[in-house]
């Protein structure tokens, strides 16, 4: 699977970012993801997170984080971390080590994206925030992405 087939299912999918900050992790929905390099050796996307998010953990998200794509399964979870209130993850149950990437990821995500920031800007209540994926893993090819239409939960 190379990075043009994973950015396929980027339409309207909902994202989770996962970071660490000590031993504290901190997740967030990704209000939007765009692939804006796929070339080998140069994927790079832009996200855009709610501002404040890298302020407000302090946080490796300036190093290495985790981005996974949810499944229709796993709506609970992004409501979870849909609100800007509630960043810290209290219960990590929905979490996993996965030793490929080497990094925290959302249990049974479709798919985990492992980024660094290239850079980032506050515009409004938004971080528009240019990555550089430096690995990705597909996990399951069989569920369907979770999406956010219509302020509902698809």
Same mark, same amino acid.
């Given at each position: 699977?190379?990075?043009?087939?994973?950015?396929?299912?980027?339409?309207?999918? =909902?994202?989770?970012? *996962?970071?660490?900050?000590?031993?504290?992790?901190?997740?967030?929905?990704i209000?939007?993801?765009?692939? +804006?390099? =796929?070339?080998?050796?140069?994927?790079?996307? +832009?996200? +855009?997170?709610?501002?404040?998010?890298?302020?407000?953990?302090?946080?490796?998200?300036?190093?290495?984080?985790? /981005?996974?794509? *949810?499944?229709?399964?796993?709506?609970?979870?992004?409501?979870?971390?849909?609100?800007?209130n509630?960043?810290? =993850?209290?219960?990590?149950?929905?979490?996993?080590?996965?030793?490929?990437?080497?990094?925290?990821?959302?249990?049974?995500?479709?798919?985990? *994206?492992?980024?660094?920031?290239?850079?980032? =800007?506050e /515009?409004?209540?938004?971080?528009? +925030?240019?990555?550089?994926?430096?690995?990705?893993?597909?996990?399951?090819?069989s *569920?369907?992405?979770?999406?956010?239409?219509?302020?509902?939960?698809?």
């Amino acid at each position: 699977m190379n990075p043009r087939d994973i950015m396929t299912l980027c339409t309207k999918s =909902v994202f989770v970012l *996962l970071t660490r900050k000590t031993n504290e992790f901190y997740a967030t929905t990704i209000n939007s993801l765009t692939p +804006v390099s =796929v070339e080998d050796g140069d994927f790079k996307i +832009v996200i +855009v997170v709610k501002n404040g998010f890298s302020r407000k953990t302090n946080s490796e998200f300036k190093n290495e984080f985790s /981005i996974s794509l *949810l499944s229709q399964k796993q709506a609970d979870i992004a409501q979870r971390f849909a609100s800007s209130n509630r960043n810290s =993850v209290q219960d990590d149950s929905c979490l996993q080590f996965d030793e490929e990437l080497n990094i925290m990821t959302v249990l049974d995500a479709i798919f985990v *994206l492992k980024c660094k920031v290239s850079n980032s =800007v506050e /515009i409004g209540k938004n971080e528009l +925030v240019i990555c550089n994926v430096v690995s990705f893993k597909k996990n399951d090819n069989s *569920l369907s992405p979770l999406t956010y239409t219509n302020r509902k939960y698809n």
